[in-house]
C-alpha cells in the first residue's frame, strides 16, 4: 500500500507541477505584450502608463531570462505571493481568493456531500422498486442533463423573482457586514440556499442515474445469484449490492470534479456569490490576469487535493486494494 | 426414493415466444446415486439443473412435480423454494470461480450468509474446518479476499460453501469446464468423495464431457432438444447404448490408442433444433439415421430393462424383435 | 464482422426501443430547427428589429431582447453554433481519445503506462480552468477554436473508456490469431478490433457530443465564447448581463436552456436505448 501511495504523491505532484507551468506558460504564448494589453485596458494617462509598464515589467521580471522568470515565479509561489489584484489594486491575489474561499466551502462542501449520499440511495431504492424507478429515472437524466447555470437562471427566476422567496444575488444582505449574529446567519442561509439548491439538484440526477444502474448491474453479477441459489434473503443480497455498487460511484466523484468546479463557475456567476467563480468572472471582466492566474492555481490545488482525498478514502473501503493490486492504479 | 421428478416442463420466455427448453422430464435419482446429466450445448440440461433450485424469470414453470425425500418442493414459488435451497438442495453452479463476493473476506461472507440462514456459524465452523482440510484449502482461506485465491481454489471453496448444510441433492453444474484435465480429474474425485463421506445424498452432474461421467458417475441421463433420450447405469450407456443420438455421441469420442488413419473422428452431422418452435415427435428425428415414420409421434421414456429408460421407437422396436426371438427360443 | 442478419437483427431491435425512438426524435426536432430555424427569419442574431424588452408575440416568436434583437433568430442561429461545437468538439475528442486509447491498450507496456500518465494528468485538471486561462488571452474567438480547445481536453474519459475495451478484446482469440499470421499492428486495429468495438465507439461519440455542448455553453455563459457569432450559453450569458432576470424577460434565457437541456438529454436517452439494442442482456422482455 505504500507503494500505491508514493505513486500516487508522485503522479500528483508531477500534475501539480505541470499545472502551474501551464499556468506561467500561457501568457507569455498569447499574442500582444500582456502587460501592455493588461494596461491599455485601464485607460490610463500615458506618463502614468510609463511608469506602471516600467513597474510591472520589473515586478512580471520580464527583463529577466525566460528560465529565471519561470524560477521566480516558483519562489513567489512558495512565499503565498500570486501577485497583487489589479480589479482590487492594490489588494493582494491572495488575499482576494482567501476571502472568497469560505463561501466556496459552504456552498460546495453540502451540495457535494448530500447530493452523493443521497442521489446514491435513491438510485439504490429506484433499482429495486418498478414505479419509483418510472419516475425518478427520467427526472434524473433530466436533471443530470440540465447544464448548471441554466437551472440556477430558473430557480433564481422562479423561487428569486416571480414567487420573491429567496434573494437572488450575493452572500449576505448588501445592508449588513459579515459579523456573528443571528441576522447574519439568517441572511447567509437565505443567500446561500438557491445556489445550494441548483447545484444539488444537477448533481443528484448524475449520482442517481449511477447508483440505479450500478445497483441492478450488481443485482444480476455472478454472486448474487450464487447467494440466491443458496437461499439468501434479499436484504443480504442487497446489501452486499450495494455496497459494491458504490465503489465506483466513489471513484465517479473524483472523476466529476472537473465538472462540478465548472458548474460551480456558473452557479456563482448567476448568483453574483462571492466565491472563486465570482472572482474569475469578475477577474476575466476586468483583465485582471494576476487574479485570473491566481484562481486556477487555487482551482487546481483544491481538486489535487480532493482528488488526493478520494483515493485515500477508496483505498480504506474497498479491500482489494490492500490485498496488493498491481497495475491499474496509478 | 431420493429425488423423484415427473413431467417437469420449463419454458424460456422470449420476445418472439416461449423457448421450450425442458418437455416433460421423468426420472428418479436414488440415495446415494451419482447421475450424470449430458447432451450438447442448449440441451436443457442446465435448465433442468436450475429448475430444481432456482426457477427465476425468464424461466416459466409449466407443468411437473418435484418430490425430494417425499417432500413435494415447491419450485415454481421462489418465496417458498427459499426454505429448501442451502438445506435440503443445494448447487455449485458453473460460474462458481466469480460467486464470491469479491469485496467481503469469505469467511464473514460464509458467517453473514448462516446467521441469514438462521444457522450459527460458531456452531458450523468446525466442521467447515474439517472439510476445507479434506479439499486441501489452509484454514486462514476464511480470513482471505476472493481475489487471493486461484481460479481452482475457489471452486473448491465454492463446494465446500455449497455442501456445507449436508444437502439431500447436490447439482453440479458444469464444474469442470474451466478447468484443466488434471484439475478435472481431481474435482471429480472430490464430489464422488463428498457424496461417499455423506456430505451429500444425491447427486446430479451436468456436464458436456462424458469422460468425467465414465469416472464417477452410478447413472447417466442423456438429453437431446430439452427431451430426455436415455437414462441408465454408466456402464450401459457406454458401452450398450440404445438410443440412436447416445450411439452417436458414444461414438464420436476418442479412443485411446487409436490413430486417424485407423478410425475418423466422427461427429454428428446437422445440428439441434431451435425450440422455440421445435418438431413434433421425437426432436432427434430430423439427424437421426434411423428415423422414420413413427417418429412423428413423440416417444415415451420407457424402462426396456432395469434401471435402463429409453425414448426411441426404433430401441423400443428392437426390444421387441428381441423379446420375441428369446421366446421363440425359449 | 457485422453480416447483413446481425445487421438486420439490430436494426429491428433498435425501431422498436422506445428510448432510441424517444431519443432521436428530439434530436431531429431540433436538427431541423437548427437547419430551417434561420430561413425562417429574415433577420439575423445582432440586427435591432424592434421595440426592446418585448414578449412572446406573433411578431416576436420568442419576443425581443433588451436592445431589440429578436430572440427567435437568436436562438435558431446558436442552435447550429452548438451542434456545431458538439460534433467538432466531441468529435475531436472522440478521435483523439480513442487513438491514445487504443494504443494504450494494444501496446500495453512503457507506452502504456505513459499514455495512462498522460490521460490521468489531463483528467484530473479541470477542463474549464485550462480553458478559461487559453480563452481569456485570446482576442478574437470563433466557434471552430472553441471547439478545438474543447476537443483537446475532453477526450480523457474516452481514452480510458477505449482503453479498457481494448485491453479486453486483444486478449481474444482471433486477434492473437491475425497477431500470429503477421499482421502489423496497425491493420490488426483497424480490421479485427475496431469492427468489433464500432457500437461502443458510436457511444462514446454520442456522450461526448453532449459532454462538448455543455461545457461550450458554460464557457460561454461565462463570456469565454465566441466573439463573433452567436450562441445558446452566449444568449444566456447576454441575458444575465443585461438584467434579463430582474426584469423578468424569461423567453431571453428559458428557450436556451431549454433547448441545451433536451438536445443532452435526449442524447443520454439515445445512448441508454443504444445500448440496449447493441446488448442483448440489457434489453427488457
Known sequence: MGRYFRRKLLFYLLTFFLAVTIDWLIPRFMPGDPVQTMLSRAAMRAEATQVIYGY???AFGLDLPIWQQYLN??????????????????????????????????????????????????????????????????????????????????????????LRLFPISGAYSYAMAPHLSWAFIGSLLQHWFLPFASLFLVMFGGWAIGMRNMIIYELEADYSRYL??????????????????????ITGLA???????????????????????????????????????????????????????????????????????????? | MSLQVQGLTVYYQTLWGDVRALENATFTVADGEIMGLAGESGCGKTT???????????????????????????????????????????????????????????????????????????????????????????????????????????????????????????????ITSALDVASQKAVA???????????????????????????????????????????????????????????????????VGVRYSQKRLMGIPGRPPLLLHPPSGCRFRERCPLAFERCLEEPPFVELEKGHFVACWKALEEEGERGERAYVEA | MIQAKQTHELLYFALRNSKLRLGLAVLLLFVLLALVGPLLTDYRPYDYVGPGAQPPSSRYWFGTTTFGQDV???????????????????GLATLIGVLIGFVAGYRGGLIDELLNMLTNIVLVIPTLAVLLIIAAYLEVRGVLIESVFIGCTAWPWAARAVRAQ???????????????????????????????????????????????????????????????????????????LWSALMLGMWWWFIPPGIAITAIVGALYVTNVGLDEVFNPKLREM
Open chain 3, 166 to 240: 481494448t485491453f479486453s478484446l486483444r486478449a481474444r482469440e482471433f486477434v492473437d490469431l491475425a497477431r500470429l499470421s503477421g499482421m502489423k499492428p496497425l491493420k490488426i486495429i483497424l480490421t479485427e478490433i475496431a469492427p468489433n468495438m464500432l457500437s461502443y465507439l458510436l457511444l462514446v461519440f454520442i456522450l461526448q457530443f453532449g459532454g462538448a455542448i455543455l461545457i461550450a455553453a458554460t464557457l460561454d455563459f461565462i463570456g469565454l465564447g465566441p466573439t463573433n457569432a452567436i450562441s445558446l450559453g452566449l444568449m444566456m450569458n447576454n441575458a444575465v
Open chain 1, 228 to 249: 440466491e441459489a443458496l437461499g439468501a434473503p434479499r436484504g443480504l443480497i442487497r446489501k452486499y449490492a450495494f455496497r459494491n455498487a458504490v465503489l465506483p460511484q
Open chain 1, 56 to 58: 510591472y515589467v520589473r
Open chain 2, 189 to 255: 474425485e472430490m464430489l464422488a468423495d463428498f457424496r461417499d463421506l455423506g456430505f451429500v445424498n444425491s447427486l446430479i452432474v451436468i456436464t458436456h464431457d462424458m469422460s468425467i461421467l465414465y469416472q464417477i458417475a452410478d447413472s447417466i441421463l442423456v438429453m437431446y432438444a430439452g427431451q430426455l433420450a436415455e437414462k441408465a447405469p454408466a456402464d450401459a450407456i457406454i458401452h450398450t447404448p440404445r438410443h440412436p443420438y447416445t450411439r452417436l455421441l458414444i461414438a464420436s469420442l476418442p479412443e
Open chain 3, 72 to 90: 427567435f433568430t437568436q436562438f435558431v442561429f446558436g442552435l447550429r453554433a452548438t451542434f456545431l461545437v458538439g460534433l467538432v468538439g466531441g
Open chain 2, 48 to 174: 433442468l439443473g436450475h429448475s430444481l433450485i432456482l426457477l427465476k424469470p425468464p424461466m416459466r414453470f409449466i407443468a411437473g412435480r418435484v418430490t425430494l425425500d417425499g417432500q413435494e418442493l415447491p419450485t415454481w414459488d421462489m418465496e417458498r423454494m427459499n426454505a429448501f435451497r442451502f438445506t435440503k438442495v443445494s448447487i455449485i453452479p458453473q460460474y462458481a470461480m466469480n460467486a464470491l463476493n469479491p469485496t467481503r473476506k469469505i469467511g464473514k461472507m460464509i458467517a453473514e450468509l448462516l446467521e441469514s440462514r438462521k444457522v450459527r456459524f460458531k456452531a458450523v465452523l468446525p466442521e467447515l474446518k474439517r472439510r476445507l482440510d479434506l479439499v486441501k484449502l489452509p484454514p486462514d482461506v476464511l480470513n482471505m479476499y476472493p481475489i487471493e485465491l486461484s481460479g481452482g481454489m475457489k471452486q473448491r471453496m465454492v463446494m465446500v460453501i455449497s455442501t456445507l448444510l449436508n444437502p439431500s441433492l447436490l447439482i453440479a453444474d458444469e
Open chain 1, 73 to 162: 515565479f516558483w519562489n513567489a509561489l512558495f512565499h503565498g505571493d500570486l501577485g497583487v489584484s489589479l480589479w482590487l489594486f492594490p489588494k493582494p491575489v491572495i488575499r482576494v481568493i482567501l476571502d472568497a474561499v469560505p463561501y466556496d466551502i459552504l456552498l460546495l462542501l453540502p451540495a457535494i456531500l448530500l447530493s452523493w449520499f443521497a442521489g446514491n440511495n435513491f438510485g439504490a431504492i429506484a433499482a429495486r422498486r418498478r414505479w419509483l424507478d418510472n419516475t425518478v429515472s427520467p427526472l434524473s437524466y433530466i436533471l443530470t442533463a440540465t447544464p448548471y447555470m441554466w437551472l440556477a437562471l430558473l430557480l433564481a427566476w422562479a423561487l428569486g423573482i416571480v
Open chain 1, 255 to 330: 472523476l466529476e470534479l472537473g465538472k462540478i468546479v465548472a458548474g460551480a463557475l456558473a452557479t456563482e456567476v448567476v448568483f453574483s456569490y462571492p466565491g472563486i467563480g465570482y472572482l474569475i468572472l469578475q477577474a476575466i471582466q476586468n483583465k485582471d490576469y494576476f487574479l485570473l492566474q491566481g484562481c486556477f492555481l487555487f482551482i487546481i490545488i483544491g481538486v489535487l487535493l480532493a482528488n488526493f482525498a478520494i483515493d485515500i478514502v477508496y483505498v480504506v473501503v474497498d479491500p482489494r486494494t490492500r490485498v496488493g493490486m498491481q497495475g491499474e492504479m496509478a
